[in-house]
């Protein structure tokens, strides 16, 4: 990041930096000349500086009867106050106008991505990629957002204030190191192109081919397409919506248990999964004495072929089990490190 500060610094201060140093060249052998050598070179960069800053101090080499001097005088003034008065005005628009605030600020983000772990990656923020990032800011789910569009960032920024995020072009491999894609847990590519969101998740599976990548597709004839580019689930938001509107009709209130379920604030309950580490392999469910955990609710195991609902305290788990059931993620936190422990 330190790289990019220099260079846009660079980008808009080095042609006119260039051109203040020729100034103060001419100007200094202009007046050494002027003053037929009798005056030393430091006298000749004082009268040069003093003239271009307009500072009205008298004069250091004598112009008495040197009109060829004064003429060059009034020359080196007009053309040094000009370039100054371009580099004072450019600094003050590049400060005032967010331009080193904003690169301090991305500076900030990348430094607080590069100590993610474990975290996820939102490509595109619009529709779809907001309400993933609803859900990840309330199951206390690390995350970076990341979008070429900086009205649509802004927008988003309006809601959650914390949001850390990168703009740029999430089909391009900086961009994606960026965001911490070797470190990542797992990426949304949910673009609004089908096309764009195929490669990001082929791009997002040759930088890290152990990241789960979830892909948004439009047209269903491109969902082969997408998990042949690397996508490991491929959702169709028309396709969902069919079926969720089918539900309302048919078992509403089953719907309405779950929007309730996501839309309470308070208890914040989620649907969450846990694998099984090896430590517990050949335990029982009472073995996990999840009874000490009044916000977690067993509610079925995952085997390698099939389910178990409901499985009874006396089901021993294997290390190819995973978890599901309904808990806080507080509470998620707190199973999580008993697991890992």
Known sequence: ??????????KKFFWIGIALLDILLIGTIGYWFVGEGKYSMLDCLYMTVITIATIGYGEIV?????????????????????????????????VVEGDLNETFRRRKMEKMIKKFKDHYIVCGIEGVGFHILSELHETQRPHVIIDLDRKKIERVL???????????????NDTLLKAGIMEATGL??????????????LTAKQLNPNIRVVARCHDLKNIEKMKKAGADAVVSPTFIGGLRMASEMVRP?????LDTML?????????????????????????????KYP????MAVKTKDDWAYNPPDGYILKTENTLI?????????TLEKVFSS
Do not use: C, H, W
């Open 158 to 172: 309006e809601t959650f204030k914390d949001l850390v995020f990168i703009q740029g072009d999430a089909t391009d």
């Open 325 to 333: 059931f309904m808990t806080t993620p507080e509470e998620r936190f």
């Open 62 to 94: 004598d112009m008495s009867n040197k009109p060829a001097g004064r003429i060059f005088t009034m020359i080196l003034s007009f053309s040094g106050i000009g370039i100054l008065t371009y580099i004072l005005s450019s600094l003050t628009a590049f």
């Open 188 to 201: 949304f590519a949910v673009s609004g192109d089908d096309n764009q969101n195929l490669v990001i998740s």
């Open 253 to 257: 209130a089953v719907v309405s248990f």
């Open 263 to 291: 839309r309470d604030k308070q208890k914040n309950l989620r649907i969450e999964e846990a694998p099984v580490p090896a430590s517990f392999a050949g335990k029982s469910i009472a073995d996990l004495n999840l009874k």
């Open 1 to 10: 990041m330190a790289d990019n500060l220099i260079s846009e610094i660079y």
């Open 295 to 298: 916000g977690v609710l067993l």
